[in-house]
């Protein structure tokens, strides 16, 4: 069973950046990868951005390329994403997750089941 708990979530002027963190805990050999997905209401989720965590590997949706950066801190078993120069369409709630195989070499547009862990989300909101 693993836990995840984000945090970092705010309301930040268009151009700026944000840190969101995502601490896991409970079972190693469930998170080989992990991931940020984000949802706006009344929309289905979507990837952002995953990473394997024992090669350290990191994937990014198209969308948030170059602005955003997935990292992991393997000591406090935490990973992050950096989101740099944020746009208004950039606000969603975030979510991290774990699946326990790999991640594959593409950020899915839609989780499939293998996301079997999930955080409660940390809202982001661009401001213009």
């Keep these: 069973q693993v836990q995840l708990v984000e945090s970092g979530g705010a309301s ?11 601490t896991a805990s409970g079972n190693s050999d469930s998170r080989y ?15 952002v951005a995953t990473l394997n965590t024992y090669h350290g590997g990191t994937y990014y949706a198209d969308s948030v390329k170059g602005r955003f950066t997935v990292s992991q801190d393997s000591a406090k078993n935490t990973i992050y994403l950096q989101m740099n120069s944020l746009k208004p369409e950039d606000t969603a709630m975030y979510y991290c997750a774990a699946r326990p195989v790999s991640c594959g070499s593409i950020v899915p547009a839609r989780p499939d089941s293998f996301w079997r862990a999930w955080g409660q989300g940390t809202q982001v909101k661009g401001e213009e």
Excluded: H, N, P
């Design 12 to 22: 930040v002027q268009t151009g700026g950046s944000l840190r969101l963190s995502c």
């Design 33 to 47: 990868c992990m991931g940020w997905f984000r949802q706006v209401q009344g929309k289905e989720r979507e990837g």
